[in-house]
Every structure is written in structure tokens, then in C-alpha cells.
């Protein structure tokens, strides 16, 4: 079998940059980890809750903790930012509120900011959603990878592979089916993949969604 490796932690000094930027002693090192954990889970639950988008799609791509001595500095890739900026301040507030609650710093000041994403499509988290909710409405797996497809070329990527594994269809035994477009070289270190891997609940049980896009060479 061939070993698999994840194609951004492979790439990390490269072509990928970390998504979380501190320093701390190697004792607190696992607090840092939980807190960011925290931060994210909240802003996407927070998100979740009072996003209703038609084609359910929450389209937050990445988030970003940059952390120093009394500041937290979030940043929130989103591809469809209308939801957190139609009132923009209310809804920045009551964000910033929760997460606060959430990590008990009331000693650290925390600023959350939002980014717009060029192109949604090419971003595979923003993808996987998409999948994630066509499977939910019970749509064929074949059509949401074939029009997940169509999505990613109108966004001038140079490639795209899509698995998705697990009772497909509702049949008992679990199974991976993948579609690949393109090029996606995986071992090549100069080439800029973006990858994610995604779960969704369905009434046949779990599903797995994996997703690579091969956006450019350096």
C-alpha cells in the first residue's frame, strides 16, 4: 500500500504556510493547541448556527490565530462574507463575545477580522461543504462529484481529485469512489495543493470527503 501523507503538513515551509503563528514554552505548548482548537470549533459553530445560505454552504475556508503576549488576532478566510458583513459590527461583537466565554481571556485582548476569498470554489473546504449538502439532500454521489468538477474549472485550477468513501448510495458495504480532472502531482514539493478532509452525516451513516486541488508551480 502506498503511504499517505498530508499534502499540506508535507508542504509546510515550501509552498504552505502555518494557519496558527506563536511561540510558547514546550509545557503550555498543548494548552496553545486546545485554545486555538476552541477558537476555530466556536467561530464555525457560531457560523453554522445563524448562517441560512440556500446552498448551505458556510464557506469559511481557513482561520487564522496569530497570538502575542496580550492579543489574540483572528482571521477568517471566508468565501461568501455577505453573512458576517450585512451588520458587520453586530455580528463581529457578538462573535467576539462568544469566543471570549469560550476561552476565559479576559486578560488578552482579541480582534477577529474577515478576508473574502478571490475565488470560493478553488478553496476545498468551501467544496467539501457544497458535497456535504448535496449528499445530505440525498443527491447521487457521481452528481455532486461531477458538478463539484465544473465548479473548481470555472475557478482556472490545474487539477482536482475528489473521494468520497462510506456506504455510498445507502449500500451495506462501504466503499471509495474517486473522479480526478487534471493533474494533481502529489509528491512534488513545488506544487501548491490545497487538501481537506471533511465528514458529513448522513442517514446511512458517515461519509468521508476527501478533496485535492492543484492550483499552481512555484
Keep these: 500500500m502506498g503511504q499517505k501523507i498530508n499534502p499540506l503538513g508535507f508542504r509546510l515551509g515550501t509552498t504552505q504556510d502555518h494557519y496558527s503563528l506563536w511561540f510558547a514554552q514546550p509545557k503550555n505548548f498543548s494548552e496553545g493547541l486546545q485554545e486555538d482548537q476552541k477558537i476555530r470549533n466556536c467561530i464555525k459553530n457560531y457560523v453554522q448556527k445563524n448562517m441560512k445560505i440556500s446552498s448551505g454552504v458556510e464557506g469559511i475556508g481557513h482561520i487564522e490565530i496569530q497570538k502575542r503576549i496580550d492579543v489574540i488576532q483572528v482571521i477568517i478566510y471566508l468565501g461568501f462574507p455577505k453573512f458576517l458583513t450585512e451588520g458587520k459590527p453586530k455580528r463581529i461583537k457578538e462573535l467576539q463575545i462568544n469566543v471570549q466565554k469560550e476561552l476565559n481571556c479576559m486578560n488578552r485582548k482579541l480582534n477577529i477580522s474577515i478576508t473574502r476569498i478571490e475565488n470560493p470554489y478553488m478553496h476545498p473546504n468551501v467544496l467539501a461543504e457544497f458535497i456535504a449538502g448535496q449528499l445530505k439532500n440525498r443527491v447521487s454521489f457521481r452528481k455532486a462529484m461531477?458538478?463539484?468538477?465544473?465548479?473548481?474549472?470555472?475557478?482556472?485550477?490545474?487539477?482536482?481529485?475528489?473521494?468520497?468513501?462510506g456506504r455510498l448510495d445507502g449500500k451495506e458495504i462501504a466503499r471509495a469512489e474517486w473522479v480526478r480532472e487534471g493533474r494533481v502531482p502529489l509528491q512534488t514539493l513545488r506544487a501548491k495543493i490545497n487538501y481537506c478532509s471533511y465528514t458529513v452525516r448522513t442517514i446511512y451513516g458517515v461519509l468521508g470527503i476527501k478533496i485535492w486541488i492543484f492550483v499552481d508551480e512555484e
Design 146 to 165: 461531477k458538478k463539484a468538477i465544473e465548479l473548481t474549472e470555472q475557478s482556472n485550477t490545474k487539477g482536482i481529485q475528489v473521494q468520497i468513501a
